[in-house]
């Protein structure tokens, strides 16, 4: 099994900090190799920073990390705003929020350079995300119909009310039947 990165076996907080500018890519590494030294000189004297190369191969690692969970962000933009739903945000947020974390599993676990797991092992972790992409699809599905059939309700009892009101009217302030026709057939009540 191969070793720990460098930059995994540094302090949570020198680590966030290094995730944290290379996400924000402003830095070459020397510039941010000089700021780690600027910054953690404790860490720094202790011999631990991180060489070049290490945070170097660490950033790409991140990038495409990154750039999967953007585009798996930027997908479900796109399903939505094809899909003309914009109810219940927070329930998709949350859907989105569970696949892009199983979509950084199973990019982990592709990524894993341990000898020791089996190829078994890695198929059945690979079903089990499967299974519960699938649990998810089916949970997506569900709130779909669910608003869609709400939806239909509503709009159903409110053409009940308009056609009550309509026929209370009678004849009072000059609404003739043939007004009252044309708002029925305007607001497709039969």
Do not use: C, W
Not at 101 to 110: D, T, V
């Amino acid at each position: 099994m191969g070793r720990k990165s460098t930059i995994s076996r540094l302090p949570a907080d020198v680590k966030s900090y290094i995730e944290g500018k290379l996400a924000e890519g402003r830095l070459t590494l020397d510039e941010l190799i000089a700021d780690l030294h600027v910054q953690f000189p404790a860490v720094q004297q202790a011999g631990e920073l991180p060489s070049r190369s290490a945070v170097h191969r660490y950033g790409q690692k991140l990038e495409r990390r990154l750039s999967a969970i953007r585009a798996s962000t930027e997908a479900a933009k796109i399903i939505q705003a094809q899909a003309g739903d914009n109810k219940d945000a927070r329930s998709e947020a949350l859907t989105a929020l569970i696949q892009t974390e199983l979509f950084e599993a199973i990019l982990n676990l592709q990524e894993s350079d341990d000898p020791d797991m089996d190829p078994g092992d890695r198929v059945g972790m690979l079903s089990t995300a499967a299974k519960n992409i699938a649990t998810l699809t089916r949970s997506s599905v569900n709130l779909k119909q669910f608003q869609a059939k709400v939806e239909e309700e509503t709009r159903r009892k409110l053409i009940e009310e308009q056609r009550a009101k309509l026929d209370a009217m009678g004849s009072k302030g000059g609404v003739t039947e043939d007004t009252k026709k044309a708002i029925r057939e305007a607001l497709g009540i039969t």
